[in-house]
């Protein structure tokens, strides 16, 4: 469980679905996972019960462990045995979170077809600038060149110019740099530039919107003063603006960055949605998601599901998905995590989590 900051200048804390196993035994989960995948046939529900209820750190160890007892890599046995999105998930899993975040990315930029704007937005506007530099590493010593390099390449036009600015250190760290800064003076000057750039009838230039927000992980206090100082001035929300002046990834990507200021949790639960509503499964958008948030923020996420849809995320996934590969998503997910949060936290929490018992 850990302490993270939202908008609206209120501590919120996170709470993870996957935590710790305790009395953990590495050399004797390699030896379940071994016998799960020796002789005719695997045992995935074993791998499930191993694998799904240990934290990232608990499956580095047992990575390690068992490559000095099997003499072969994990992965390597892991991916010989399974296949599909089940095969995803426990692949996934086994990466380090900042690694997996890193593969995607490259994955996103290096696609047959077209670039996946909305995974680059997803994860690099998301996330505080301390998160998006241990990624950013990751990524370097992953394929030997930096993800800024790629992003450059990749991307184009002003929604390369905005995926740039999240992922450069400010060099100007006044006016409300940092999560807990803030000057008020210059948030009221910047909500009434972007007052005037909605009341013109023409087009607003799109640079308006980037100068403000365009270093918005880095200053998540200042930005949300700017939030509240612009619907002061106008009535209306600074999303409204947005999507009256600006379109495309540009838009879906201050957007994203406005929902997860406002409430990261429910950014990510509409985007858990739209990956499981329609014609189809995003499977990858509903994989990515859980395995990345599920020891940070996930029942918490949860939570702003059944609030803002009226039915559990566990439900919604145990619908749209079948198998083994449903076992392992609603693993990750917890059984009653809301029900065991609340016996366990509530009463004596003293920081609002936005969660009730």
């Not at 996957?18 to 074993?46: C, I, K, N, S, W």
Request: with cysteine; hydrophobic share 35%.
């Amino acid at each position: 469980m850990s302490v993270s900051w939202f908008g609206d200048n209120e501590t919120v804390k996170e709470f993870p679905s996957v935590l710790p196993a305790p009395h953990f035994d590495p050399q004797y989960d390699v030896r379940e996972l071994r016998a799960a995948m020796r002789g005719f046939g695997t045992d995935e529900q074993a791998l499930i019960d191993i694998l799904c209820q240990r934290s990232n750190d608990q499956r580095q160890s047992i990575m390690e462990h068992y490559g000095r007892i099997v003499a072969r890599p994990l992965i390597a046995d892991l991916k010989s045995e399974l296949s599909g999105n089940f095969k995803n998930v426990i692949i996934g899993l086994m990466f380090p979170t900042n690694h997996y975040c890193a593969k995607q990315l490259h994955k996103a930029m290096k696609g047959i077809v077209r670039i996946k704007e909305d995974v680059l937005v997803e994860i690099l506007c998301s996330r505080s600038y301390e998160e998006i530099e241990k990624i950013a590493a990751a990524y370097q010593s992953l394929y030997g060149t930096t993800l800024i390099e790629d992003v450059r390449k990749g991307t184009s036009g002003t929604f390369r110019q905005l995926l740039i600015m999240t992922l450069q250190k400010m060099t100007d760290q006044s006016n409300g740099y940092g999560d807990w800064a803030y000057d008020p003076v210059k948030a009221k000057d910047q909500a009434k530039i972007l007052y005037k750039a909605g009341e013109r009838k023409i087009e607003t230039d799109v640079n308006v919107f980037l100068d403000i927000f365009g270093f918005a992980v880095q200053r998540r206090r200042q930005v949300t003063i700017i939030f509240h100082e612009y619907e002061k001035i106008s009535g209306k929300t600074i999303e409204h603006l947005m999507k009256s002046k600006v379109s495309g990834a540009v838009l879906n990507g201050l957007l994203t960055t406005v929902k997860t200021i406002r409430n990261r949790p429910a950014y990510f639960a509409e985007r858990l949605k739209i990956a499981i509503s329609g014609w189809g499964t995003d499977n990858d958008t509903l994989i990515r998601i859980i395995l990345t948030r599920c020891e940070i923020d996930l029942t918490n996420i949860m939570y702003e599901y059944k609030r803002m849809y009226g039915k559990s995320l566990f439900d919604a996934v145990k619908e749209d998905t079948s198998g083994y590969y449903r076992r392992s998503l609603l693993t990750l997910l917890g059984i009653e995590p809301l029900v065991r949060l609340s016996s366990s936290f509530c009463s004596s929490c003293t920081v609002s989590c936005g969660i009730t018992p």
